[in-house]
T-cell receptor, first 110, second 113 residues
C-alpha cells in the first residue's frame, strides 16, 4: 500500500451537494492527520487537523478510521468557492515529516 | 504580519547554472521544509531542517543543497546536477518537526531556458 493514497477525481458536483473524499494510509503509528486545500497554481493551505476520531468545522467534517487506516473529508452544501484540490496529509518517517497525497480535485458547478 | 515569504515568484535557469531560491519566515518556527510539486503530482520532500545549523535529506535531495544558518531563513540551491528542475517549489515551516501543521509560502516557479 502507498504511504498515502487518494482518488484523484475530478469530482464534479452541483452547488449545494454533499461530497465525500477518502484517503488511505499505510503508517499505522500516525497520530495526527491533516487535510489541506490547494487552489490552482497556489500554495496548499490547512483546512483541518484530525487528532482523534474526527473534527468538524462548519460545513466540513473529517473522520478518522484507525482500524481501516483511512481518513475521510465530507463537505456539505458545496459552494462554487469550494472548487479546489484537497490534499490528504499523513506524518511519516517517525513523525518528523509529512507525506502528501496527490490530491482529489473538486469542481462545484452551478 | 507573520508569515512565510519566497522569492522570486518566477525564476529562469540556464543550462549548467546554479540558482538559489529564498525562503524566509517570521513565525519563530523551528522546523522548515522544501518541497517540489510537478503538474498533476503530489508534493515531494527535498530537504528539511528541525533546528538551526542542522538539516536532513528528504525523498528527492539529489541535485539540491540547503543551508540553515539562521532560524528565519532556509535557502534552497538547485544545482546543475539537477537535470529536470522545472517545477513549483514550495517552502514550509512548522513549530516543531514532529507531526505538526506546516504552513506554506506562496512558492517559486522554476523554468529552464
Amino acid at each position: 500500500r502507498k504511504e498515502v493514497e487518494q482518488d484523484p477525481g475530478p469530482f464534479n458536483v452541483p452547488e449545494g451537494a454533499t461530497v465525500a473524499f477518502n484517503c488511505t494510509y499505510s503508517n499505522s503509528a500516525s497520530q495526527s492527520f491533516f487535510w489541506y486545500r490547494q487552489d490552482c497554481r497556489k500554495e496548499p493551505k490547512l483546512l483541518m487537523s484530525v487528532y482523534s476520531s474526527g473534527n468538524e468545522d462548519g460545513r466540513f467534517t473529517a473522520q478518522l478510521n484507525r482500524a481501516s487506516q483511512y481518513i475521510s473529508l465530507l463537505i456539505r452544501d458545496s459552494k462554487l468557492s469550494d472548487s479546489a484540490t484537497y490534499l490528504c496529509v499523513v506524518p511519516t518517517g517517525g513523525g518528523n515529516k509529512l507525506t502528501f497525497g496527490t490530491g482529489t480535485q473538486l469542481k462545484v458547478e452551478l | 504580519d507573520g508569515g512565510i515569504t519566497q522569492s522570486p515568484k518566477y525564476l529562469f535557469r540556464k543550462e549548467g547554472q546554479n540558482v538559489t531560491l529564498s525562503c524566509e519566515q517570521n513565525l519563530n518556527h523551528d522546523a522548515m521544509y522544501w518541497y517540489r510539486q510537478d503538474p498533476g503530482q503530489g508534493l515531494r520532500l527535498i530537504y528539511y531542517s528541525q533546528i538551526v545549523n542542522d538539516f536532513q535529506k528528504g525523498d528527492i535531495a539529489e541535485g539540491y543543497s540547503v543551508s540553515r544558518e539562521k532560524k528565519e531563513s532556509f535557502p534552497l540551491t538547485v544545482t546543475s546536477a539537477q537535470k529536470n528542475p522545472t517545477a513549483f517549489y514550495l517552502c514550509a515551516s512548522s513549530i516543531a518537526a514532529v507531526e505538526e501543521t506546516q504552513y506554506f509560502g506562496p512558492g517559486t516557479r522554476l523554468l529552464v531556458l
